[in-house]
Structures are given as C-alpha cells and as structure tokens.
Nanobody, 119 residues
Framework: QVQLVESGGGLVQAGGSLRLSCAASGLTFRIDDMGWFRQAPGKEREFVAASGRITGYTSYIDSVKGRFTISRDNAKNTVFLQMNSLKPDDTAVYYC????????????WGQGTQVTISL
C-alpha cells in the first residue's frame, strides 16, 4: 500500500503562485509515476501533470504548460507542483496520485488540497 499526503493549497489572487507538495509513504520503492489531478466544482477530475521516476519524463495538460512545473525529490518520496501565473480557472481541489511501474492505473490517491484563485 501507498499513502499520499498533500499540502500547500490555499487562496491566492490571480497572477500569484502556489507550491503543492505530496509526500508518499509505504511501498514507495514500487512507485514509478506520480502526478497531479484536479477537480473543479461541477466538473470531472482532470489530469494536470505527471512525472516518471524511471524515465524522468514530465507531462502536462495544455492549459498549464508554461505556468506549472512538476518536480520530484525521489530521496524523500515527494512530488511538487509549482504553480505560477494562476488564473481563476485553476480553482479546484488538487489531488496527488501514484502508480506502480508497469501499471496504467493511478491506484493511489491523496485526500486533496483546495486551491482557490480570486480575481
């Protein structure tokens, strides 16, 4: 099993920045990909960004490219999401997720952290 705990959400004005963190514990040696998803009120959960431990790849949804950066500290089993130039449309609950090497399933999820962007 893997446990994920997010932190760093909050309320900021448009144009501001936030940094989300997600610490993993448990069977962390089996984790390859770690990612961030978000769910806005009345909308489905959507992929935001992901990073692979084995290949080092990163991937982003188009709407955050150039504004968000995903990074990892593998020694501390932590993934970060640096969010700059925030927009009201970025308002959502942000979830950290992890999947094991060789799996397509995002099996493990954090509890979510609220990000609210005001005008």
């Amino acid at each position: 099993q893997v446990q994920l705990v997010e932190s760093g959400g909050g309320l900021v004005q448009a144009g501001g920045s936030l940094r989300l963190s997600c610490a993993a514990s448990g069977l962390t040696f089996r984790i390859d990909d770690m990612g961030w998803f978000r769910q806005a009120p009345g909308k489905e959960r959507e992929f935001v960004a992901a990073s692979g431990r084995i290949t080092g790849y990163t991937s982003y949804i188009d709407s955050v490219k150039g504004r968000f950066t995903i990074s990892r500290d593998n020694a501390k089993n932590t993934v970060f999401l640096q969010m700059n130039s925030l927009k009201p449309d970025d308002t959502a609950v942000y979830y950290c997720a992890a999947r094991f090497a060789g799996s397509n399933e995002w099996r493990y999820w954090g509890q979510g952290t609220q990000v609210t962007i005001s005008l």
